[in-house]
């Protein structure tokens, strides 16, 4: 089974940063759309951001500016940068791959990544 593994959640107050990292096999990094998700409870999966080995990105237009998505190929590992954090950021982040070739339209659709991560909390209070 394929493992992605996150890091970085925590507490923070609001107007705070938090880096998450997301670390992958290699096999499954090098050509893969790279991704972030989000889940509050009670809400849908959201996605926040996405990478393609291109180096392509995609945000969710009401984070622009506020996140910020990277990777290091040499380890494997994707970030989600998150800056002037607010609490209705407080959710389960999660890191996700998938084929980079999927329609790139619907990034955001988690139907197009078939690893996950575990997920890891952040929460922000105010």
């Known amino acids: 089974q394929v493992q992605l593994v996150e890091s970085g959640g925590g507490s923070v107050q609001a107007g705070g940063s938090l880096r998450l990292s997301c670390t992958a096999p290699?096999?499954?990094?090098?050509?893969?759309?790279m991704a972030w998700f989000r889940q509050a409870p009670g809400e849908e999966r959201e996605g926040v951001a996405a990478?393609?080995?291109?180096?392509?990105?995609y945000y969710s237009d009401s984070l622009k500016g506020r996140f910020t998505i990277s990777r290091d190929n040499g380890k494997n590992t994707e970030y989600l940068m998150m800056n002037s954090l607010k609490p209705e950021d407080t959710a389960t982040y999660y890191c996700?791959?998938?084929?980079?070739?999927?329609?790139?339209?619907?990034?955001?659709?988690?139907?197009?990544?078939?690893?996950w991560g575990q997920g890891t909390q952040v929460t922000v209070s105010s």
């Open positions: 990478r393609t080995p291109d180096g392509t990105e």
């Open positions: 996700a791959a998938g084929n980079p070739f999927s329609y790139a339209g619907t990034w955001y659709s988690p139907v197009h990544y078939p690893y």
């Open positions: 290699g096999y499954i990094y090098t050509n893969a759309r």
